[in-house]
């Protein structure tokens, strides 16, 4: 139930957040386009119900991916794309640096979050990350993975390491090392078997492309290497896929 | 003689009056600075903060509804989740629920022998999904409101928890967004949750069908 509180507690911050921009200040821009098109919705094929001209001034309300809801001086509200937004001016008649994300947003980025999806030792793993880069190339990561195979369930917590070889191309390989825990859990249909805990290292390998806005796709495969308790460690290759978003 | 005295008295006079003037001069030099300038030079630019703008792409909320989960019946579902809009078309969506399982119908006509215990019963579920708004429209609400709206494609992977064990799902469905308001939207989603279960000694896979209604704000 814990987690149902944690999702209403975010709904009263996100209802809080929306009803305190009632009183706030908007920015406002001068059209130098021709005119600008306001569409009834964010998004492709939402009609055009009205247009406004070169010179006159509009609010910009808010943003939802690539739209923003304007109000133009006679109080029509509706959704622009940003592409007629990139050439209006402020009121001290500069160009509007309009707040775009991009490749150099995703060079100087800090945090990152991902999940990742693919297969470990043959069962079907979740991965899911928190990082922080801190420099171009390094970047620190804590894994927390989840394996569900169909003889025992896995769940893995690392720290790693990861040197990013290009940092400015779009798409660059990396290099990883990490060390961490895991746990076994046998699945419960299995007769005489014991959960347990076990140390392990990890070395990988990777891609990273930088896709759009906060996107990023990253594939990459590791060895894991499991300290048991038994006279042999065990060597587990994980391969996956997936997205991440950074801040 | 006449000529000396007179040297003298210029003299004098000269020297006095240098000195006089010197003193007046300084008395003038003091005067300015003390004084303030005349015209005040008003260079001071105003620092102008522009306000920033809401971006608003991240969508939280929560879900109730009906998930028949094979073998155990149809029960009530309630749930939460969280949606990172990527661009006007992909969002990334985080959800989680939880229900209560009911009997098989072997165990209610067997009448004794029970599958699995209370906690097992339980069918909790969380899901990474990458969902696609194929279909943004309208809904006309009599001749003079329109509502946006949005028809979605969306599937993903994920852990469901039932039966004493983890079970890898992989869970696709529609759903439509209706937005009465910029920041409030009403869900209406239909998802298939797939796993394989070998409860019953042979190994099959599991379709657990899911309706649910929800509600998320945008912030």
Known sequence: ????????????????????????????????????????????????????????????????????????????????????????????????????????DYAARKWEVGALYGDFGGANVIGMYGSRTVTPNLSGEIWVSQALGRFSDNTLVTVDIVHLMYP??????????????????????????????????????????????????????????????????????EWKAGFSFFF | MESRVLVLFLGLTLGVGGLTGCARDRLVQAADSTQPPVIEPDIERREIEPPRIDTEDF???????????????????LGGRFAYHVTEGFFVELAAGKADTELTSFERLSGAAQLLTDSEREYSYYNVSLGYNIFPGEHFIGKNRAINTETYVIGGVGKTTFAGDDRFTVNFGIGMRVMPLDWLAVHGDIRDHVFDIDLLGQEKTSHNLEATLGVTFFF
């Open chain 1, 168 to 237: 400015d191309w779009r798409a660059s390989p990396y290099f990883t090392l990490g060390a961490g825990v895991i746990k076994t859990v046998p699945k419960a249909t299995l007769v005489a078997t014991i959960d347990r805990t076990d140390t392990l290292a990890l070395v990988g390998a990777g891609v990273r492309v930088y896709l759009t806005r906060r996107f990023v796709f990253r594939g990459e495969y590791k060895t894991h290497v499991v300290f048991t308790s038994r006279d042999d460690n065990e060597e587990v290759q």
């Open chain 2, 59 to 77: 969508e939280v909320g929560i879900l109730a509804g009906q998930i028949s989960v094979e073998d155990f019946g149809v029960n009530t579902v």
């Open chain 1, 1 to 104: 139930m814990r987690w149902v509180l944690l999702v209403l507690t975010l709904c009263q911050f996100a209802i809080a957040g929306n009803a305190a921009g009632a009183e706030r200040q908007y920015r406002e821009v001068t059209i130098a386009d021709p005119f600008i098109e306001l569409h009834t919705g964010p998004g492709r094929g939402y009609p055009i119900f009205f247009v406004a001209e070169r010179g006159e001034d509009v609010e910009l309300l808010m943003r939802r991916t690539e739209w923003f809801k304007v109000r133009v001086a006679r109080g029509e509200e509706g959704w622009v794309h940003f592409e007629q937004l990139t050439t209006t001016l402020n009121p001290d008649g500069e160009p509007f640096d309009l707040p775009a994300l991009g490749f150099s």
